[in-house]
Nanobody
């Protein structure tokens, strides 16, 4: 059974930091690109950061503040978030993606991040 379980969300003041984790199971983690998305109330889900085997990419809004990383030995992907802003408030989702003959994608249940004083 495929599972992506996010953790590490919470309430933080502007300028603060959080580290999100996503523990994966039920599929061959190292073969998948891993991504973090977020969805704020009333807005569409947006891609925040992605990591392949050797490359990373970020949304312009988080470049220089967020860092995505992965530990293939532990089947876990991380999102280190620094200098958080109120506009970073959203539910953050972990996503696993692989394109073969067809596209395979898995989603976690999400974790709430609230940036507020």
């Amino acid at each position: 059974q495929v599972q992506l379980v996010e953790s590490g969300g919470g309430l933080v003041q502007p300028g603060g930091s959080l580290r999100l984790s996503c523990a994966a199971s039920g599929f061959t983690f190292r073969n998948y690109d891993m991504r973090w998305y977020r969805q704020a109330p009333g807005k569409e889900r947006e891609l925040v950061a992605g990591i392949t085997t050797d490359t990373t990419n970020y949304a312009d809004s988080v470049k220089g503040r967020f860092t995505i990383s992965r530990d293939n030995a532990k089947n876990t992907v991380f999102l280190q978030m620094e200098s958080l802003k109120p506009e970073d408030t959203a539910v953050y989702y972990c996503n696993a993606y692989r394109r073969l003959l067809t596209t395979i994608t898995y989603w976690g249940q999400g974790t709430q991040v609230t940036v507020s004083s």
